[in-house]
């Protein structure tokens, strides 16, 4: 199968899905390789330019989203302006997720200074964040951005995000101090606590 014909296979499996597939399942569902798989949807990307719709991926997964181009109209016109506020700490937590990538609970507290439970639970109910299981830590849970935030701000992945290179270094700097002075995971309570001591 030639990459034009699987890209408008996997563009149609995309819609039909209204969400994200892996690269995985999209590579199961047409009996192809996922090095096929990720040459179709370069041809979906380069189809896409101009058009009402744009091809969002991650590492691991992939989904249509409407373009930066139309979102302000399709919002206009559809009125699904969110007008529920997610608050400084949502917007923390995102900016930690998006710059840091997937982390724990724990250190997500750590470079807050602040328990996120509450928030987090906020992020997950709006779709904002995902949560999946620590392949390093089977009693804790990783949170990551979704794909459809991305989407939302309209960068194909996180690296597109203003001075990414910049504000990830600084806070994976931030994060291997903290793991140095503890000997390991950042220590959540003993942030939090001098957080509020403060």
């Not at 620590?134 to 194909?156: C, F, H, K, Q």
């Amino acid at each position: 199968m030639d990459a034009a014909t699987l890209a408008r296979i996997i563009e149609g499996l995309l819609f039909a899905e209204a969400g994200s597939l892996t690269f995985k399942k999209l590579a199961s569902l047409t009996e192809t390789t996922e090095d096929e798989v990720r040459a179709a949807i370069s041809v979906l990307e380069t189809q896409g330019h101009g058009r009402g719709l744009t091809v969002m991926r991650s590492e691991t997964e992939v989904a249509l989203a409407v373009s930066p181009e139309s979102r302000a109209a399709v919002a206009d016109i559809l009125g699904k302006e969110d007008a529920r506020d997610i608050g400084d700490a949502g917007l923390e937590v995102l900016s930690v997720l998006l710059y840091e990538g997937p982390q724990t609970r724990g250190q997500i507290d750590y470079i807050r200074g602040v328990n996120s439970s509450s928030t987090l639970r906020t992020l997950l109910s709006r779709g904002l964040v995902e949560r999946t299981g620590n392949p390093t830590d089977g009693r804790e849970y990783l949170y990551r951005a979704t794909i459809e935030l991305l989407a939302y701000l309209g960068v194909e992945n996180a690296q597109k995000l203003p001075e990414y290179a910049t504000l990830s270094g600084e806070l994976a700097a931030f994060k291997a101090g903290a793991e140095t002075s503890h000997g390991g995971e950042p220590d959540s309570s003993a942030a939090t606590s001098s957080h509020a001591a403060a």
